[in-house]
């Protein structure tokens, strides 16, 4: 039987302070992948706020994701 490894809430959130939605992607796909795209509308738009906010949505949704991942891991 192999063991999956556990993901690392810490690793995720620094992956998401420094990369942003981008860094989300270590914790979910589809929520980076999304978070990028609004990112990327936000950025276009030059709606600094709203790309803050983004900003700050992934780094919240990353260590949610994380905890919920290794949840289910445990069982």
């Known amino acids: 039987m192999t063991h999956t490894p556990y993901k690392s809430v ?3 959130l620094l992956f998401c302070v420094f990369l942003g939605p981008i ?3 270590y914790a979910s796909f589809w929520g980076g992948f999304i978070l990028i795209l609004l990112a990327t509308v936000f ?3 030059k709606l600094a706020f709203l790309t803050l906010a ?3 949505a992934s780094c919240i949704w990353a ?3 994380v905890e919920s991942y290794n949840k289910k891991l445990r069982g």
């Open 10 to 12: 810490a690793g995720a």
């Open 23 to 25: 860094g989300l992607l």
């Open 43 to 45: 950025i276009c738009g």
């Open 54 to 56: 983004v900003w700050i």
């Open 63 to 65: 260590v949610g994701a």
